[in-house]
C-alpha cells in the first residue's frame, strides 16, 4: 500500500494548488479527482468557460453596438455559436491540461476516481477506470468543493431547465431566459445570453440583487443591467416550473405574499447558490464535524479530526476559485511544518460583467453595522479622461477608511475591467495602507486607475479631477 504525507481528495482550485504546493515542499502527495479532468468547478463548468463566453459574447455586442459610434463599421455581421462554444472548449481543455502538467512537474501522483476516507490516515479510491486502490497517508485534505443548490418545484434537466453548467454548453440562443437568483452567477450568464440575443428576465426574492456587494454599487450595477435590457422581478419567488411541450411555464409570487403569476420560457437557468459537496465521502468514518447545511467546519483548515485538513467550496466562507487556492497553498504549508495563513479580510470579489463589478474587504453597511467610524472617498468614471475617451463612463470608485486606524479597510467599484484594477487595492490593504498612502502615489495617465486615486484623495478631501 502507496505511503503518502498528504492525500488530497478533489482536483479544483484547493485541492490542485494544495498539491503543487506540498509537491513544491517536498512531501509524497497524492490528488484523487473523479470527474476525469483537473481543475474542478473553476476550470471545467465554473470560472473559465463563464469569462471565455463573457468574453466572446462582449465582442459580439460591442461590434453591433458600440463600434458603430467609434467609426468602425461592419456589413454581415453574424453568430456563429457553435465557434464560440468550441473556443470556450479549447480554453478549458488547455488549462486542464496545464494543471495535469503541473502535477508531474511536482512529482504529485494523480488518481482518478472517487476518494473515500475509509479510516484515519486511510483513503480508498473507487477507480474510474474500475477497480479499486488504498492510500495510506499521514494527513488527508478535503477539497471536495460544491455543486449548485436545488429549489423544489423546479427540476433540472440541463437541456430546458438548466444549472450554470447546463446554461454554458446551451447550443442555441433560447428566445425567452428565465433566471432564478441574482447572484453573480445568474447575472453572469444572463449577461451572456441576453448579449447574444435572448430576452432574459432574472427573478429574485430579495429586493435587490447581489446581496453581499456594497449597496451602492449593488444599486447602480441593477441600474445599468436594466438599461442594457435586462428584466428583473425583484422580490418575487418562484414556486415551480412547468414543463409544456412548446414551452416552460415559471410560477411565481411576491415573497412576502400576494397574487401569483406566470411568465413563459424557452429556457429556465436555476442559480440560488451552491451547496458543499461531500456525498459518499466517509466523513463519519472518522467523525468529522458538518454545520447544518454540509460545510465542513475548520479551526484554521483543520477539522476537528486529527490530521484532517479541509479547503474551499466545502468549508464556510466565499465560494472564490482564489479563497480556495489560498486555502490550499496554507494547508500545504501547515503540513510542511511552515506557516499557513490566509487574510479573510483581503479576499477580493469580482462580478465579470460589462461593466465590471469588483469589491474588497468591508462594505459600507457591513462598517455602520459594526459601529465602525470610517470615511468615504468616491470617484466617477464620468469624470476619468480614459473612461471619457474609450466610451466607458458608466461607474464610480468608492474608497472606505477607518478612522480610527487610517487603515483602507473596503473598496468596491464598478465600471469597464475593475476586475483587474481592485488588486491595486488589495496590495494597498496587505501593506496596511492609508487612503492618503494610495492617492500619494503617482498613476499613469491616461488610465482608469487614476479613479482610484481620486477617490483616495476623496477620503481626505481633496478630489483634483471633478
Ligand atoms: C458558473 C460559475 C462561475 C464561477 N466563476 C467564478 C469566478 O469568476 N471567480 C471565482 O473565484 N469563482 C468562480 N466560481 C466559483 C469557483 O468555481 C469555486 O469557488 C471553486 O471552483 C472552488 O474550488 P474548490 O477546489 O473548493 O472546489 P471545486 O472546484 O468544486 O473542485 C472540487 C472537485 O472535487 C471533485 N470531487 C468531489 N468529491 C470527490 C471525491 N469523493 N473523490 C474525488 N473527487 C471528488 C469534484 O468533482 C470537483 O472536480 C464560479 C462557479 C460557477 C459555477
Same mark, same amino acid.
Given at each position: 500500500?502507496?505511503?503518502?504525507?498528504?492525500?488530497?481528495?478533489?482536483?479544483?482550485?484547493?485541492?490542485?494548488?494544495?498539491?503543487?504546493?506540498?509537491?513544491?515542499?517536498?512531501?509524497?502527495?497524492?490528488?484523487?479527482?473523479?470527474? *476525469?479532468?483537473?481543475?474542478?468547478?473553476?476550470?471545467?463548468?465554473?470560472?473559465?468557460?463563464?469569462?471565455?463566453?463573457?468574453?466572446?459574447?462582449?465582442?459580439?455586442?460591442?461590434?453591433?453596438?458600440?463600434?458603430?459610434?467609434?467609426?468602425?463599421?461592419?456589413?454581415?455581421?453574424?453568430?456563429?455559436?457553435? $465557434?464560440?462554444?468550441? =473556443?470556450?472548449?479549447?480554453?478549458?481543455?488547455?488549462?486542464?491540461?496545464?494543471?495535469?502538467?503541473?502535477?508531474?512537474?511536482?512529482?504529485?501522483?494523480?488518481?482518478?476516481?472517487? *476518494?473515500? /476516507?475509509?479510516?484515519?490516515? !486511510?483513503?480508498?479510491?473507487?477507480?474510474?477506470?474500475?477497480?479499486? =486502490?488504498?492510500?495510506?497517508? !499521514?494527513?488527508?485534505?478535503?477539497?471536495?468543493?460544491?455543486?449548485?443548490? &436545488?429549489?423544489?418545484?423546479?427540476?433540472?434537466?440541463?437541456?430546458?431547465?438548466?444549472?450554470?453548467?447546463?446554461?454554458?454548453?446551451?447550443?442555441?440562443?433560447?428566445?425567452?431566459?428565465?433566471?432564478?437568483?441574482?447572484?453573480?452567477?445568474?447575472? @453572469?450568464? *444572463?449577461?451572456?445570453?441576453?448579449?447574444?440575443?435572448?430576452?432574459?428576465?432574472?427573478? #429574485?426574492?430579495? &429586493? $435587490?440583487?447581489?446581496?453581499?456587494?456594497?449597496?451602492? /454599487?449593488?444599486? =447602480?450595477?441593477?441600474?445599468?443591467?436594466?438599461? =442594457?435590457?435586462?428584466?428583473?422581478?425583484?422580490?418575487?419567488?418562484?414556486?415551480?416550473?412547468?414543463?409544456?411541450?412548446?414551452?416552460?411555464?415559471?410560477?411565481?409570487?411576491?415573497?412576502?405574499?400576494?397574487?401569483?403569476?406566470?411568465?413563459?420560457? &424557452?429556457?429556465?437557468?436555476?442559480? /440560488?447558490?451552491?451547496?458543499?459537496?461531500?456525498?459518499?465521502?466517509?466523513? #463519519?468514518?472518522?467523525?468529522?464535524?458538518?454545520?447544518?447545511?454540509?460545510?465542513?467546519?475548520?479551526?484554521?483548515?483543520?477539522?476537528?479530526?486529527?490530521?484532517?485538513?479541509?479547503?474551499?467550496?466545502?468549508?464556510?466562507?466565499?465560494?472564490?476559485?482564489?479563497?480556495?487556492?489560498?486555502?490550499?497553498?496554507?494547508?500545504?504549508?501547515?503540513?510542511?511544518?511552515?506557516?499557513?495563513?490566509?487574510?479573510?479580510?483581503?479576499?477580493?470579489?469580482?462580478?465579470?460583467?460589462?461593466?465590471?463589478?469588483? *469589491?474588497?474587504?468591508?462594505?459600507?453597511? @457591513?462598517?455602520?453595522?459594526?459601529?465602525?467610524?470610517?470615511?468615504?472617498?468616491?470617484?466617477?468614471?464620468?469624470?476619468?479622461?480614459?473612461?471619457?475617451?474609450?466610451? @466607458?463612463?458608466?461607474?464610480?470608485?468608492?474608497?472606505? #477608511?477607518?478612522?480610527?486606524?487610517?487603515?483602507?479597510?473596503?473598496?468596491?467599484?464598478?465600471?469597464?475591467?475593475?476586475?483587474?484594477?481592485?488588486?491595486?487595492?488589495?496590495?494597498?490593504?496587505?501593506?496596511?495602507?492609508?487612503?492618503?498612502?494610495?492617492?500619494?502615489?503617482?498613476?499613469?495617465?491616461?488610465?482608469?486607475? #487614476?479613479?482610484?486615486? @481620486?477617490?483616495?484623495?476623496?477620503?481626505?478631501?481633496?478630489?483634483?479631477?471633478?
Amino acid at each position: 500500500m502507496a505511503q503518502y504525507d498528504l492525500v488530497i481528495i478533489g482536483g479544483g482550485p484547493g485541492g490542485y494548488n494544495c498539491a503543487i504546493r506540498a509537491g513544491q515542499l517536498g512531501l509524497k502527495t497524492a490528488i484523487i479527482e473523479n470527474r *476525469g479532468k483537473l481543475g474542478g468547478t473553476c476550470l471545467n463548468v465554473g470560472c473559465i468557460p463563464s469569462k471565455a463566453l463573457l468574453h466572446a459574447s462582449e465582442f459580439y455586442e460591442e461590434a453591433r453596438k458600440t463600434f458603430p459610434a467609434m467609426g468602425v463599421n461592419f456589413t454581415g455581421l453574424s453568430l456563429d455559436l457553435a $465557434r464560440m462554444q468550441a =473556443q470556450k472548449e479549447e480554453a478549458v481543455d488547455g488549462l486542464t491540461k496545464g494543471v495535469e502538467f503541473l502535477m508531474k512537474k511536482n512529482k504529485v501522483d494523480y488518481i482518478k476516481g472517487v *476518494g473515500r /476516507i475509509a479510516a484515519p490516515g !486511510r483513503v480508498d479510491v473507487a477507480l474510474n477506470d474500475g477497480g479499486k =486502490q488504498s492510500l495510506e497517508t !499521514r494527513n488527508i485534505c478535503i477539497a471536495t468543493g460544491s455543486v449548485p443548490a &436545488d429549489l423544489r418545484g423546479v427540476d433540472v434537466d440541463e437541456e430546458r431547465v438548466v444549472s450554470s453548467t447546463g446554461a454554458l454548453a446551451l447550443n442555441k440562443v433560447p428566445g425567452k431566459l428565465v433566471v432564478i437568483g441574482g447572484g453573480y452567477i445568474g447575472l @453572469e450568464l *444572463g449577461s451572456v445570453w441576453r448579449r447574444l440575443g435572448a430576452e432574459v428576465r432574472v427573478v #429574485e426574492f430579495l &429586493d $435587490r440583487i447581489t446581496p453581499t456587494m456594497d449597496g451602492e /454599487i449593488s444599486t =447602480q450595477f441593477l441600474k445599468i443591467l436594466k438599461k =442594457q435590457g435586462m428584466i428583473f422581478e425583484l422580490g418575487q419567488k418562484v414556486t415551480g416550473v412547468e414543463k409544456q411541450r412548446s414551452k416552460l411555464v415559471v410560477s411565481i409570487e411576491p415573497s412576502a405574499g400576494g397574487a401569483a403569476r406566470t411568465l413563459d420560457a &424557452d429556457v429556465v437557468l436555476l442559480s /440560488i447558490g451552491r451547496k458543499p459537496y461531500t456525498d459518499g465521502l466517509g466523513l #463519519e468514518t472518522i467523525g468529522v464535524r458538518t454545520d447544518q447545511r454540509g460545510f465542513v467546519l475548520t479551526d484554521h483548515f483543520k477539522t476537528n479530526a486529527p490530521n484532517v485538513y479541509a479547503i474551499g467550496d466545502c468549508t464556510p466562507g466565499p465560494m472564490l476559485a482564489h479563497k480556495a487556492e489560498e486555502e490550499g497553498a496554507a494547508v500545504a504549508q501547515i503540513v510542511a511544518g511552515k506557516w499557513g495563513h490566509v487574510n479573510y479580510d483581503v479576499i477580493p470579489g469580482v462580478v465579470y460583467t460589462n461593466p465590471e463589478v469588483a *469589491g474588497v474587504g468591508k462594505t459600507e453597511e @457591513e462598517l455602520k453595522a459594526a459601529g465602525v467610524a470610517y470615511k468615504v472617498g468616491k470617484f466617477p468614471f464620468m469624470a476619468n479622461s480614459r473612461a471619457r475617451t474609450n466610451h @466607458e463612463t458608466d461607474g464610480m470608485v468608492k474608497i472606505l #477608511e477607518e478612522e480610527a486606524t487610517k487603515r483602507v479597510v473596503g473598496a468596491h467599484m464598478i465600471g469597464v475591467g475593475v476586475g483587474e484594477m481592485i488588486g491595486e487595492v488589495c496590495v494597498a490593504m496587505e501593506f496596511g495602507a492609508s487612503a492618503e498612502d494610495i492617492a500619494r502615489t503617482c498613476h499613469a495617465h491616461p488610465t482608469m486607475t #487614476e479613479a482610484i486615486r @481620486e477617490a483616495a484623495k476623496g477620503v481626505d478631501g481633496w478630489i483634483m479631477q471633478a
